[in-house]
């Protein structure tokens, strides 16, 4: 098994159809979904994000990092949520995303999240995190 992260992506006008579809619809869809992703045991994460205009950027282009806040300018794909699952295989996670309740226009990224044990074990900060996963339930 391995972790994927699908990257839910949309542009400003299909985050506005989204934003036209009634919210008790988009519970049913988002959350019919979700249950089927339970049941199935692939699902380990799933969030959606609040309005970009709320959002800040840090950007690191120069010596000082410079602080923005939204909405954003010139924006061709906002990051709008993120599920991860743990599947078999990256076929599996592709399957998972072709099933998405997606509105026209979205895009889905999907990015194999390594673990942990493909690091060096003997680094001592990977000692460090795997300790804090372990006291935590991580």
């Keep these: 098994m391995a972790k994927y992260m699908l990257i839910m992506r949309g542009t400003d006008e299909s985050v506005a159809k989204m934003m036209e579809t009634p919210f008790e619809q988009m519970l049913e869809t988002v959350g019919r979904f979700n249950e089927e992703m339970i049941r199935a ?14 959002g800040v950027v840090v950007e690191f282009s120069g010596e000082t990092p410079v602080v923005t806040d939204g ?6 794909e906002l990051f709008g949520g993120f599920y991860v699952i743990d ?11 072709r099933r998405l309740p997606a509105i026209a226009g979205t895009k889905c990224e999907i990015r194999r999240v390594p ?11 990977v000692i460090k995190e ?4 372990e006291r935590t339930g991580q």
């Design 71 to 76: 909405p954003y300018g010139e924006t061709k």
């Design 87 to 97: 599947v078999g295989s990256k076929e599996e996670a592709v399957e998972w995303a």
């Design 115 to 125: 673990s942990i044990d493909e690091f060096p074990q003997d680094n001592q900060w």
């Design 41 to 54: 045991g692939v699902l380990v994460a799933a969030e959606g994000l609040d309005d970009p205009a709320q």
């Design 130 to 133: 795997r300790a804090w996963r």
